[in-house]
């Protein structure tokens, strides 16, 4: 029937048919509400499908609703992809600190490793054994400091 030719004389006919189905449809509802009220139940508010079928249909999108507010829903769409961004970026965000950090740490053993060589390498005892063979000996006597009194001149 989609592709059909149709006079508008059947077009007519199948619109009274369809409104003669929504009227008994919406009688047996309200016959419905009136044994709820009766009972004291809330009466139902169902004229048609709900949303959740006409959200898997696609009715919904044909709804005079969706062409009035058709920047309104654009805007919400540009927002969700804005939160998807920005859990990607911090997602980035969080590996680079990761790494950044690891090579710190790398950075920091090898400052650590170097400085305990150079200590080693510079204690008194390795270099007085060293420097043996160059025919320099380390000294028994302490050091003395010579001081000079510089006279006042005035």
């Known amino acids: ?3 059909e ?13 369809q409104k003669k189905k929504d ?4 009688d047996k509802a309200a016959a419905k509400d009136k044994k709820r009220a009766a009972k004291g139940k809330k009466p139902s508010k169902r ?9 898997l249909n696609g009715d919904f999108l044909t709804k005079e609703f969706m062409t009035n507010n058709l920047g309104f829903i654009f805007f919400i769409i540009f927002l969700m992809l804005l ?7 911090g997602k980035e965000l969080t590996r680079n600190v990761n790494t950044t950090q690891s090579e710190l740490d790398e950075v920091t053993s090898d400052y650590f490793e170097s400085k305990a060589r150079l200590e080693e390498e510079t204690r008194r005892v390795r270099l007085v054994e060293q420097l043996e063979s160059q025919g320099l000996k380390e000294t028994v ?3 003395k400091v010579i001081r000079i009194k510089k006279k006042k001149n005035k």
């Open 5 to 17: 030719f149709l006079d508008k004389a059947q077009l007519d006919e199948q619109e009274a048919a």
């Open 141 to 143: 006597n302490p050091t």
């Open 47 to 55: 004229t048609g499908p709900n949303a959740f079928v006409q959200i």
């Open 83 to 89: 939160v998807v961004a920005k859990g990607y970026y």
């Open 23 to 26: 009227k008994k449809a919406a």
């Open 1 to 3: 029937m989609d592709n």
